[in-house]
C-alpha cells in the first residue's frame, strides 16, 4: 500500500522560508507531486519530482530523495498569498494518492 | 472555457434524493477522476476513467455511480446517501500514461451537503 505523511499545520512571517517536509511509503514509484490548494478552491499544480534533487520554479523549490521516501516543498519570501494549503501527493502503480496536506499561515 | 468545468457547485440533498454531479473537461486528456475530500482527511480516490476504461476504489458504497460518456464528460450519480457522505467531491482529469498518471488537473469542485 501507500502512506504519506505530512505536518497538519504550519505558521510562517512574510518574507521569511518555510520547508513543508513530505514523507512517503509506495509500490511502486514515478514522480512525487506538490499542489497548492486555497481555501473553498481547487488544488493546483506546483511541481513534479521523478529524479533526486532540487527542482527550483521561481519563489518555489521541490526536493527529493528516493532512497530516504522523502520530499520537501521550499517557499521563499513568503507572501500572504501563500497562506494556503499543500498537498503531496505520489504517484506509483496506482492514480495519485494524496497525503492530508499541510495547511500554511503566513502571518505578518 | 477553464479547463475542468463542475456543476452544481453546491448541492443540498435529502437522503431519499437521486442527483448527479457532472464534470467536463477541455484539455484533451485522456483520464478523468473522482476524488472525495472532507475535512482532516486526504484526497480520497473514487473513481478512474482511462481510455473508457474504469478503475475504483473498492471501498466506496454502492451509493456512488459513475458515468462516462466520453473521453470529455464524467457524471457522479448520487442515491440514497448519509450525511457522511457530506464533502467536496472533485473532479480531475490527466494525460494518462501506460504507468501511473500524469498532472492531475482539478475542476473547482462540487460542495455536497446530505441533510
Known amino acids: 500500500g501507500q502512506n504519506i505523511d505530512q505536518p497538519t499545520e504550519m505558521t510562517a512571517t512574510e518574507g521569511a522560508i518555510v520547508q513543508i517536509n513530505c514523507t512517503y511509503q509506495t509500490s511502486g514509484f514515478n514522480g512525487l507531486f506538490w499542489y497548492q490548494q486555497h481555501a473553498g478552491e481547487a488544488p493546483t499544480f506546483l511541481s513534479y519530482?521523478?529524479?533526486?534533487g532540487l527542482e527550483e520554479k521561481g519563489r518555489f523549490s521541490s526536493f527529493l530523495s528516493r532512497s530516504k521516501g522523502y520530499s520537501y516543498l521550499l517557499l521563499k519570501e513568503l507572501q500572504m498569498k501563500d497562506s494556503a494549503s499543500y498537498l503531496c501527493a505520489v504517484g506509483g502503480n496506482t492514480p495519485l494518492v494524496f497525503g492530508k496536506g499541510t495547511r500554511l499561515s503566513v502571518i505578518a | 472555457e477553464t479547463g475542468v468545468t463542475q456543476t452544481p457547485r453546491h448541492l443540498v440533498m435529502g437522503m431519499t434524493n437521486k442527483k448527479s454531479l457532472k464534470c467536463e473537461q477541455h484539455l484533451g486528456h485522456n483520464a478523468m477522476y473522482w476524488y472525495k475530500q472532507s475535512a482532516k482527511k486526504p484526497l480520497e480516490l473514487m473513481f478512474v476513467y482511462s481510455l473508457e476504461e474504469r478503475v475504483e476504489n473498492n471501498s466506496v458504497p454502492s451509493r456512488f455511480s459513475p458515468e462516462c460518456p466520453n473521453s470529455s464528460h464524467l457524471f457522479l450519480h448520487l442515491h440514497t446517501l448519509q450525511p457522511e457522505d457530506s464533502a467536496l467531491y472533485l473532479c480531475?482529469?490527466?494525460?494518462?500514461?501506460?504507468?501511473?498518471?500524469?498532472?492531475?488537473?482539478f475542476g473547482e469542485g462540487s460542495r455536497l451537503t446530505v441533510l
Open positions: 480531475a482529469s490527466s494525460q494518462r500514461q501506460r504507468a501511473g498518471t500524469g498532472e492531475l488537473f
Open positions: 519530482n521523478v529524479l533526486d
